[in-house]
């Protein structure tokens, strides 16, 4: 059974019949409990390797985070033959599991067609039934001991449909082939071959006091990060700027796959970490992404304390309001507030209320455009400064500035502070209009 974070949380369980995972969602999860009724729901069949998947799914359908919540061995129980119990709407299982055990039943009460019918799932009352028992309070993986908010922030793996589960992170032995590797090799990383020139080509002049940049660090970082970054551009469409002259140079958008591309690489719709490896290998400096998950609130065009002026009064105001929000610095400071369909009216009725206090930046504090730079973008300006969450305590560092992080220093960082961006959105709240 794994415990999946997609548009709401639910349960999968999943159980062999004749070498598949037949499968049922279950919203509030199974109970040991005998008194209580889940309502579950007849999905497709799995294939037999997603049975120890734990990771996150690209955005889309079904996408989010997954923890592998039970496992273990079961038996069919009064109806020796599953397939055909299944089909006739009622199943009885004994269950072996870490968290499950004994008898439960799933019962058919509705079809739907499409094979995705209406289900009942109970626990019978056996030695193994307990009063009251709740999944939620059993939140961690049997695989790895870890929380889903804990997978989400530094995930193994990520569900490809097409080649099934792909490798999040890069082996010790792929990071040493990087150190080794020369003009016109060969990189085996994440599961794909790349290739890859001069390496140590110059792609980001340096600030003072410091080395430059080269495209073997840029690998580095890329390959480092993936597990974070990808969680944030799966599932959409990259836009990326090309600087082949370093970023001293001018920029070229790019929007699709180039002839050169490697034939795995269909499509800037980014479902695995080598596609980002690869936008790296081919000096594309910044990754730009569709704001399509977040109402982005762009704080530019103004100096830097009045930027932060405005963002630590936007902090307050989410606290008041205890709407989720995160920022982020990038060549200024952004906030993204997670949100679907359109927020703009929403976040300019919140700039109007912030206006109240300070009239003198009445004007600033701009949507997002359509596109924005990702989570952990690259960005094309001396040093190599990156695209940085922020912690809203970081607000007051007197050391926060714009190119306070940089690709050498922001694997070293917290774990994903972007990570609730991810979170399915709640509604945002009404906000009273400014008194005059």
Same mark, same amino acid.
Request: glycine share 8%; net charge negative.
């Given at each position: 059974?794994?415990?999946?974070?997609?548009?709401?949380?639910?349960?999968?369980?999943?159980?062999?019949?004749?070498?598949?995972?037949?499968?049922?969602?279950?919203?509030?999860?199974?109970?040991?409990?005998?008194?209580?009724?889940?309502?579950?729901?007849?999905?497709?069949?799995?294939?037999?390797?997603?049975?120890?998947?734990?990771?996150?799914?690209?955005?889309?359908?079904?996408?989010?985070?997954?923890?592998?919540?039970? #496992?273990?061995?079961?038996?069919?129980?009064?109806?020796?033959?599953?397939?055909?119990?299944?089909?006739?709407?009622?199943?009885?299982?004994?269950?072996?599991?870490?968290?499950?055990?004994?008898?439960?039943?799933?019962?058919?009460?509705?079809?739907?067609?499409?094979?995705?019918?209406?289900?009942?799932?109970?626990?019978?009352?056996?030695?193994?039934?307990?009063?009251?028992?709740?999944?939620?309070?059993?939140?961690?993986?049997?695989?790895?001991?870890?929380?889903?908010?804990?997978?989400?922030?530094?995930?193994?793996?990520?569900?490809?449909?097409?080649?099934?589960?792909?490798?999040?992170?890069?082996?010790?032995?792929?990071?040493?082939?990087?150190?080794?590797?020369?003009?016109?090799?060969?990189?085996?990383?994440?599961?794909?071959?790349?290739?890859?020139?001069?390496?140590?080509?110059?792609?980001?002049?340096?600030?003072?006091?410091?080395?430059?940049?080269?495209?073997?660090?840029?690998?580095?970082?890329?390959?480092?990060? #993936?597990?974070?970054?990808?969680?944030?551009?799966?599932?959409?469409?990259?836009?990326?700027?090309?600087?082949?002259?370093?970023?001293?140079?001018?920029?070229?958008?790019?929007?699709?796959?180039?002839?050169?591309?490697?034939?795995?690489?269909?499509?800037?719709?980014?479902?695995?970490?080598?596609?980002?490896?690869?936008?790296?290998?081919?000096? #594309?400096?910044?990754?730009?992404?569709?704001?399509?998950?977040? #109402?982005?609130?762009?704080?530019?065009?103004?100096?830097?304390?009045?930027?932060?002026?405005?963002?630590?009064?936007?902090?307050?105001?989410?606290?008041?309001?205890?709407?989720?929000?995160?920022?982020?610095?990038?060549?200024?400071?952004?906030?993204?507030?997670?949100?679907?369909?359109?927020?703009?009216?929403?976040?300019?009725?919140?700039?109007?209320?912030?206006?109240?206090?300070?009239?003198?930046?009445?004007?600033?504090?701009?949507?997002?455009?359509?596109?924005?730079?990702?989570?952990?973008?690259?960005?094309?300006?001396?040093?190599?400064?990156?695209?940085?969450?922020?912690?809203?305590?970081?607000?007051?560092?007197?050391?926060?500035?714009?190119?306070?992080?940089?690709?050498?220093?922001?694997?070293?960082?917290?774990?994903?502070?972007?990570?609730?961006?991810?979170?399915?959105?709640?509604?945002?709240?009404?906000?009273?209009?400014?008194?005059?």
């Amino acid at each position: 059974m794994q415990r999946h974070r997609a548009t709401r949380l639910h349960y999968d369980f999943r159980l062999e019949i004749d070498g598949v995972l037949v499968s049922w969602a279950v919203p509030k999860g199974p109970s040991l409990d005998p008194k209580v009724r889940r309502a579950a729901f007849h999905v497709e069949d799995h294939p037999m390797d997603y049975v120890d998947f734990e990771g996150v799914i690209p955005g889309g359908y079904g996408g989010g985070d997954v923890i592998v919540w039970d #496992a273990g061995t079961w038996e069919p129980y009064k109806d020796p033959d599953p397939a055909a119990a299944v089909a006739a709407g009622e199943l009885h299982a004994r269950l072996h599991g870490e968290k499950l055990r004994g008898t439960f039943v799933l019962i058919r009460t509705r079809r739907q067609g499409s094979g995705k019918d209406d289900w009942l799932m109970l626990h019978k009352r056996d030695e193994h039934a307990v009063d009251g028992w709740d999944p939620e309070e059993h939140p961690r993986s049997v695989l790895s001991g870890r929380t889903s908010d804990e997978v989400l922030a530094d995930p193994d793996r990520l569900w490809d449909s097409k080649t099934g589960a792909r490798p999040l992170k890069a082996s010790r032995e792929e990071l040493r082939e990087l150190d080794r590797l020369r003009d016109g090799d060969t990189w085996h990383v994440f599961g794909r071959d790349l290739r890859v020139s001069d390496p140590d080509k110059v792609l980001f002049p340096p600030l003072p006091g410091q080395q430059p940049v080269t495209r073997r660090e840029l690998l580095r970082y890329t390959t480092r990060m #993936a597990p974070i970054i990808l969680p944030h551009v799966a599932g959409r469409a990259l836009a990326l700027r090309r600087f082949p002259r370093g970023a001293g140079g001018t920029g070229s958008w790019q929007r699709r796959p180039p002839r050169t591309a490697p034939p795995w690489l269909t499509s800037l719709t980014v479902t695995e970490a080598a596609a980002l490896v690869w936008a790296a290998g081919v000096d #594309a400096l910044e990754w730009h992404v569709p704001a399509t998950t977040a #109402a982005v609130i762009e704080l530019g065009g103004l100096p830097w304390a009045d930027q932060l002026t405005l963002a630590r009064l936007h902090r307050t105001a989410f606290e008041h309001l205890g709407v989720t929000a995160r920022a982020k610095v990038s060549r200024h400071i952004e906030i993204w507030v997670p949100a679907t369909g359109d927020a703009t009216g929403w976040t300019a009725a919140l700039a109007r209320s912030i206006a109240a206090v300070v009239p003198e930046l009445a004007h600033h504090g701009t949507p997002g455009g359509p596109v924005v730079l990702a989570p952990y973008s690259p960005i094309a300006a001396p040093g190599a400064p990156v695209s940085t969450p922020i912690g809203w305590d970081e607000l007051d560092d007197p050391a926060l500035t714009p190119d306070a992080f940089t690709i050498r220093t922001v694997p070293d960082r917290r774990a994903d502070l972007f990570s609730a961006v991810l979170d399915p959105p709640r509604a945002l709240p009404a906000l009273d209009a400014p008194s005059q």
